[in-house]
């Protein structure tokens, strides 16, 4: 089995557990999921590190090029909200700290997007930028964003979901800032670049992963005829 298939029956799998625990709630989710990827991917990929938010940092991940960087369950607070759809299960793989193979899986919606067969991105939408945002915490320049670009906002949950939905056709830009990790980014990274989006930092610089301090706080997803007009509102 190759990366990109290993990485979307992974995410599957946990997907699946996922829905059939989910009335246990968030922090039982979060577990088993963490427990199930961590045993398959043992088996799977022996001599692979991994970096999972639920899971002690190990540093010999610094001293391997091939990483896996996984979010057993991102979106917990959603997870925990049936019927709520936007919550996902991440798994990619970084090689030499590019996010290279990437699944993310929508279990409430029945998906699973991955680098092995990449979507061919939704058709641009008539009216205003849609802009992907947390429907808890959106960042402090949303007004400044939507000012500067005659944008409306589509709150959802997991970040998985948000850069899912400018591929699907759903939001036409996801732009993060205030504290994420890599495992909240890698996956949907690697999904959304396979696509043709343009993926970035904030400031249009690359993502760099497997990094010794795994914080990677910000982070844009958007259509690639938008990238320059984001970009530069976001930098003003």
């Known amino acids: 089995m190759d990366d990109h298939t290993l990485a979307a029956t992974l995410a599957s799998r946990a997907g ?3 829905l059939d625990i989910r009335a246990q709630g968030g922090a039982v989710g979060d577990r088993r999921s963490n427990e199930l990827l961590l045993r398959l991917l043992a088996e799977a990929r022996p001599d692979d590190a991994v970096l ?11 001293t391997r090029d091939r990483v896996w960087i996984i979010d057993p369950l991102d979106g917990t607070r959603e997870y925990g909200e049936p019927p709520r759809a936007d919550w ?13 193979v990437g699944a993310v899986a929508l279990p409430g919606a029945d998906l699973v997007l991955h680098t092995g067969s990449p979507l061919t991105v939704a058709p641009a939408s008539p ?21 500067c670009l005659d944008a409306t906002l589509v709150p959802m949950g997991s970040a998985g979901a948000k850069a899912m939905a400018v591929i699907r056709g ?3 830009v996801y732009a993060h800032s205030g504290g994420q990790y890599e495992w ?21 610089s690359p993502l760099h992963y497997n990094q010794p301090n795994p914080y990677l706080p910000d982070l844009l997803v958007c259509r690639p005829e938008l990238a ?5 509102a976001l930098l003003r």
């Open 16 to 18: 699946a557990l996922l």
């Open 52 to 62: 999972s938010e639920e899971a002690a940092d190990d540093a010999v991940r610094l």
């Open 88 to 100: 996902a299960v991440h798994v990619a793989l970084a090689v030499h700290g590019r996010p290279t």
């Open 127 to 147: 009216g205003p930028i849609r802009l992907a945002v947390s429907r808890t915490r959106p960042p402090a320049w949303v007004d400044h964003f939507v000012a």
């Open 170 to 172: 759903q939001a036409d």
């Open 184 to 204: 909240d980014s890698c996956a949907p990274v690697a999904v959304a670049a396979a696509a043709g989006l343009h993926v970035s930092r904030l400031d249009g």
């Open 228 to 232: 320059g007009v984001v970009l530069n």
